[in-house]
C-alpha cells in the first residue's frame, strides 16, 4: 500500500473516531473533567493509539478536551463566568449572521433554511440531545452559508463546539425545547421568508439571550448541588 493510500485509510478512520467521540462527549458518557484514558479509549472504538491521539488532538482544538500536565487528556469544563463569555460572543455573532442571511441568501438558500427547520422541529419532538444538537448543527451551516461571510461560520462554529454540552444542559430544561422551536421559527421567518435584517437580528439574540439563561441557571444549579 502507498503511503497516500494508507493517509487516505487513516484519515477517514480518525474523522470516525473524532465523530463518536464528540457524541459520547455530548451524549455525556464521559462526564465533564473526567479522564479519558488513551487504552480504554483504543478499546473502545477498536483503534491504534495514533488514531486516538489524533482524535483528541481536533477535539482538544475544538474545546471539548483539555490536555492537563501529569494527568493527560480528559473531558473539558466550563466555569460559569467562561459559558457567559462564550454566549457574550455567541449572540453577538448569531445577530449578526441572521441579519446578513435576510439581506444576502438566495431564495434556494432560504429554501434551505425552512427545510431545516423542519428537521429540527423534528427532532426536538425526538428528545434524542443528540438528534436535537445535530439538527441544530444543521440548521446554522445553512444559515451561515446563506449570510456569505466564512468568517462568522468559522467564529460561531467555535463557540458551538465549545457550547456542546452547555447546549445539551440548556436544552434538557424543562420547556425549553418547545420554547426553542418557537424562537428558531422566528429567525426562520424574519430572515428566510420576511427578509428582514432587523427583525432578524433581533430574533437571534433574543434566542441566544434565552439559550445562555437556560444553561446557566442550569450550571449554578448543579454547581449549588441541587
Do not use: W
Amino acid at each position: 500500500m502507498t503511503t497516500d493510500a494508507v493517509r487516505r485509510t487513516a484519515a477517514p478512520l480518525r474523522q470516525e473516531v473524532v465523530n463518536a467521540l464528540r457524541h459520547d462527549i455530548v451524549a455525556q458518557e464521559f462526564r465533564p473533567g473526567e479522564r479519558l484514558v488513551e487504552s480504554m479509549l483504543c478499546e473502545r472504538y477498536s483503534v491504534s493509539r495514533t488514531v486516538v491521539r489524533e482524535a483528541l488532538r481536533q477535539l482538544e482544538s475544538e474545546g471539548l478536551v483539555r490536555m492537563i500536565a501529569n494527568r493527560g487528556p480528559e473531558v473539558a469544563t466550563l466555569s460559569i463566568r467562561e459559558a457567559q463569555s462564550l454566549y457574550e460572543v455567541r449572540r453577538a455573532l448569531e445577530s449578526l449572521a441572521g441579519s446578513l442571511f435576510a439581506e444576502r441568501a438566495t431564495g434556494v438558500q432560504c429554501t434551505e433554511l425552512v427545510a431545516r427547520f423542519s428537521a429540527i422541529k423534528s427532532a426536538m419532538a425526538s428528545g434524542d440531545p443528540v438528534k436535537r444538537l445535530e439538527a441544530k448543527d444543521r440548521y446554522y451551516d445553512a444559515l451561515f452559508e446563506g449570510a456569505g461571510n466564512p468568517e462568522i461560520a468559522r467564529m460561531l462554529r467555535s463557540v458551538h463546539a465549545r457550547t456542546q454540552m452547555l447546549r445539551n444542559l440548556s436544552l434538557a430544561t424543562p420547556g425549553r425545547a418547545v420554547r426553542t422551536v418557537a424562537e428558531i421559527a422566528r429567525i426562520t421567518a424574519a430572515s428566510a421568508v420576511i427578509r428582514d435584517p432587523e427583525d432578524a437580528r433581533i430574533a437571534c439574540e433574543e434566542h441566544v439571550t434565552a439559550a445562555a439563561h437556560a444553561a446557566l441557571t442550569a450550571m449554578r444549579r448543579l454547581e449549588n448541588g441541587n
